[in-house]
């Protein structure tokens, strides 16, 4: 088991970086055709799922260090995709949320991603698509213990 086990290891991570490709995780400028980088990208994401989360807060539901989660949203608040506002029950809390502007790129990049998925899943019969759910179901449980 262990031989058989090491066998395949090579095989996922030569398979992992085109697969990454394939699905546009790293590179949401080419989705949206406009200058945005990826851990833009992943801050309104996780905006547009968590309501006015101070920076801590989102710092932690990314796994973003402070400073880095910093620049990022000091960028966003430039393009006016994200707004920084003080918390009205305790006013040395900043929070972030998402601008009306930053809702309808996430909304875009999210529409461009479900579309590049789907052609990609269209290319699969009924049976390969259930296969292929079931074996990613199996690796998040797996990884994380629970199911999406």
């Not at 090579?10 to 992992?16: G, P, T, W």
């Not at 994401?45 to 620049?71: A, W």
């Not at 909304?107 to 899943?121: N, T």
């Amino acid at each position: 088991m262990g031989e058989e086990v090491k066998g395949y290891v090579n095989q996922v991570i030569a398979l992992l970086p085109d697969l990454e490709k394939a699905f546009h995780t790293d590179k949401p400028q080419k989705v949206l055709h406009m200058d945005i980088s990826f851990p833009e990208i992943f801050v309104l994401g996780q905006l547009s799922s968590n309501e006015k989360p101070s920076m801590s807060e989102l710092g932690r539901s990314i796994s973003m260090d402070l400073s880095s989660l910093t620049r990022t949203v000091d960028k966003l608040v430039k393009k006016e995709f994200v707004a920084r506002k003080r918390d009205p029950e305790d006013r040395r809390m900043v929070r972030v949320a998402l601008t009306a502007k930053g809702k309808k790129i996430i909304r875009r990049f999210e529409e461009a991603r479900k579309k590049h998925i789907e052609s990609i899943l269209r290319q699969m019969t009924s049976q390969e698509r259930r296969d292929l759910l079931n074996i990613l179901k199996t690796l998040h449980t797996r990884i994380y213990g629970k199911t999406g």
